[in-house]
């Protein structure tokens, strides 16, 4: 049974996805890791070339993980969508750049009940997937440095109706995870070791802050 993904939308809290890269974490670790300490979700890098991953890592991901795993495949056609769905995938990220055809990836995702994450990087991938009106949608700063990533997030969150649910990578630090929250993310797409720090050690003690997990 496919586990929704509405945890990664709160108005209580800032959810947690956990980049999961199996080049650099190993698995087990990493999985038992986000679930002790409150994760809300995984993604995980099942590109082999891209993040030194599998396919065949989803389900026993989703064994040692309460929450939903999302196969981080870059999905491009419905062949990447049946493989998703078969070997137990609670979501799939699909990007800008690497999908010829997003409504025809959509339409295949919906026969599928998959749900699709779009992952775009500046205001012209942005624009392309909210023209398919894909609901769930990752903003990734590529390679920037954090406070840069964090800016550029910033200005292409501005605007963005309520309705669509966003997720923001490039926060190498608890602090700029909050600050993104507080300009209007749902969600921050987080390495594993983030969850380490302690909210109250970054918030102002007059303000109360949302947090990762528990």
């Known amino acids: 049974e496919r586990r929704p993904l509405d945890v990664l939308r709160s108005d209580a809290r800032f959810a947690a ?8 974490d190993p698995v087990r670790a990493a999985t038992d890791r986000a679930q002790e ?5 995984i993604l995980l890098g099942t590109h082999h070339f891209a993040f030194g991953g599998s396919p065949r890592l989803l389900r026993p991901a989703r064994e040692r993980f ?3 795993v999302i196969m981080g495949c870059f999905a491009a056609d419905e062949a990447d969508i049946a ?11 699909a990007d800008v750049r690497h999908a010829p055809d997003l409504p025809g990836l959509l339409a295949a995702a919906r026969c599928y009940a998959m749900p699709v994450l779009i992952q775009a990087d500046d205001r012209a991938t942005l624009d392309a997937a909210r023209r398919v009106e ?9 390679d920037e440095p954090d406070e840069r990533a964090g800016d ?7 605007g963005l109706p309520d309705a669509l649910h966003v997720v923001v990578a490039g926060a190498r630090t608890l ?3 909050l ?11 987080v390495l594993p070791g983030l969850l380490d720090t302690d909210v109250e050690d970054l918030a102002p003690p007059d303000e109360s802050e949302p947090g990762f997990g528990h």
């Open 17 to 24: 996805l956990i980049d999961v890269v199996p080049r650099r």
């Open 134 to 142: 894909c609901p769930r949608l990752i903003l990734r700063q590529w």
């Open 83 to 93: 493989i998703a769905a078969a070997l137990e995938a609670d979501g799939v990220v």
């Open 179 to 189: 600050a993104l929250r507080r300009s209007g993310a749902d969600a921050a797409l």
């Open 37 to 41: 300490q409150g994760a809300d979700a």
């Open 66 to 68: 309460d929450g939903p």
């Open 152 to 158: 550029r997030s910033f200005r292409l969150i501005q």
């Open 175 to 177: 602090k700029t995870a």
